[in-house]
């Protein structure tokens, strides 16, 4: 079983930066691939950024790329994403889950319970 706690979101102004966690814990935690999603409101649950276990491997949703990366600490069973450049458009609850990447990423049914991120002008 894999449990993700995010954190790290918060209020902040249009191209401001903020970096959010996602702690994981489990026995089979090191085997996972992880993903980011956000969720706007009144809006579909839509791909953000992935890295593979090992950090080797990265995927970004084309709108990210460029303002975002995404990091694994393996010592920490940590994943962050780097926000930059925030924009109003990135306002949501981000989620982070355990997956499995390849060309794409599979999300798996183990998700936090979401962090908000409120970008205002």
């Known amino acids: 079983q894999v449990q993700l706690v995010e954190s790290g979101g918060g209020l902040v102004q249009a191209g401001g930066s903020l970096r959010l966690s996602c702690a994981a814990s489990?026995?089979?935690?090191?085997?996972?691939?992880v993903g980011w999603y956000r969720q706007a409101p009144g809006k579909e649950r839509e791909f953000v950024a992935a890295?593979?276990?090992?950090?080797?491997?990265?995927l970004y949703a084309d709108s990210m790329k460029g303002r975002f990366t995404i990091s694994r600490d393996s010592a920490k069973n940590t994943v962050y994403l780097q926000t930059n450049s925030l924009k109003f458009e990135d306002t949501g609850i981000y989620y982070c889950?355990?997956?499995?990447?390849?060309?794409?990423?599979?999300?798996?049914?183990?998700w936090g319970q979401g962090t908000q991120v409120t970008v205002s002008s």
């Open positions: 889950n355990a997956g499995i990447i390849g060309n794409t990423y599979f999300p798996r049914a183990y």
């Open positions: 489990g026995r089979t935690y090191r085997r996972y691939a």
């Open positions: 890295i593979s276990w090992n950090g080797t491997t990265t």
